[in-house]
């Protein structure tokens, strides 16, 4: 499929791209400050970093959520924190699986950071990362997702991790992968959402159940729009998406829209008997006119609307729940 495709090049060219970086250029990311002592990075235009990662800072050390597509930016990021702080990497969060969000946990194990996850990302990284790759996967892009360091520390349902007084809550939550986590920073309304919110970008759909994932994204947009921090100072919530930029509510709404049209258009294609090229033909029209704007629409739009019919037809295949 032409997103797998896509997906490898990406991979190949950023990662050429970052090891080719001279030390003090251009960084494959934009680092934004989101809250206090809280960094996101967001991918550059050209997709060197992958996908988006992060960073918070609390009394006694950081934690990293997430580690890009190769270990190049996972160490531009490692150089980054080291500037702001001599504090050391405690954790590492997958949000999770995707080989996107997982390539630099060495990077950061190598300094003694713990990686975390829901049992799923270890359950899942070794073997469901080989079908980005496709049939003609090579030696080396094989080597490397065997090579891919799972997380060391495993939960169900979520964890609370201490930097000192710093409380982040790691959540799972279902409908991008079936094993997905947010990760919050309730002191400053703070939601790492990993690929369960994508920001005007189309997402992707490979392992999605589109119906948990709406359950999912109702449980961020029926927070209250204030958000009162214990410093007593409001601040809106701030959202940031596996791609895209930091987005707040109104962009979770916009995204959760994206899903809701999808799934209407979908169902009433079938319902009037179209399947395969028929359906993308009649989907097509509307998906592009509302959101032929948005980033991966050339890539995604057809498999979006390939991978909702088969959700929607009970024929969608997706990882399988693992015993841990
Ligand atoms: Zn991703």
């Given at each position: 499929?032409?997103?797998?495709l ?10 050429a ?72 990497v ?28 829901h ?8 073997t ?130 994206y ?66």
């Amino acid at each position: 499929m032409r997103f797998l495709l896509r997906f490898c090049l990406l991979f190949v060219f950023s990662t050429a791209a970052a090891l080719a970086q001279a030390p003090g250029g251009q960084l494959p990311f934009e680092l934004k400050l989101i809250g206090p002592n809280i960094w996101a990075a967001i991918d550059d235009a050209k997709g060197d970093a992958g996908a988006n990662a992060g960073f918070v800072v609390g009394d006694d050390g950081v934690a990293v959520i997430d580690t890009f597509e190769n270990e190049a930016a996972a160490n531009a990021l490692l150089a980054q924190i080291q500037s702001f702080t001599h504090l050391p990497v405690k954790f590492v969060v997958n949000t999770h699986y995707h080989v996107d969000h997982v390539a630099g946990n060495r990077v950061f194990a190598q300094k003694g950071a713990v990686i975390v996850g829901h049992h799923s990302v270890r359950a899942w990284i070794h073997t469901e990362n080989l079908k980005f790759f496709g049939d003609n996967i090579t030696p080396g892009q094989k080597a490397m997702v065997a090579n891919l360091l799972a997380p060391e520390v495993t939960y169900d349902t979520g964890v609370t991790l201490f930097l000192g007084s710093r409380r982040i809550e790691v959540t799972y939550m279902q409908g991008h992968t079936g094993g997905d986590s947010v990760v919050s920073i309730p002191d400053a309304g703070v939601i790492f959402c990993g690929d369960l919110f994508w920001h005007k970008t189309l997402p992707n759909l490979i392992d999605a159940t589109t119906s948990d994932w709406l359950t999912t994204l109702a449980q961020f947009t029926d927070q209250p729009r204030d958000y009162t921090t214990n410093s007593g100072l409001p601040r809106a919530q701030i959202f940031v998406p596996g791609h895209g930029d930091v987005g707040n509510m109104n962009d979770v709404q916009d995204f959760q829209d994206y899903l809701t049209w999808l799934r209407g258009a979908v169902q009433k294609a079938q319902a009037a008997g179209k399947q395969g090229d028929a359906l993308v033909a009649t989907v097509m029209p509307g998906l592009k006119q509302k959101f032929g704007a948005w980033a991966f629409f050339d890539d995604f739009s057809r498999p979006n609307i390939l991978d909702m019919g088969a959700e929607l037809s009970g024929t969608k295949r997706v990882p399988s729940p693992e015993k841990k």
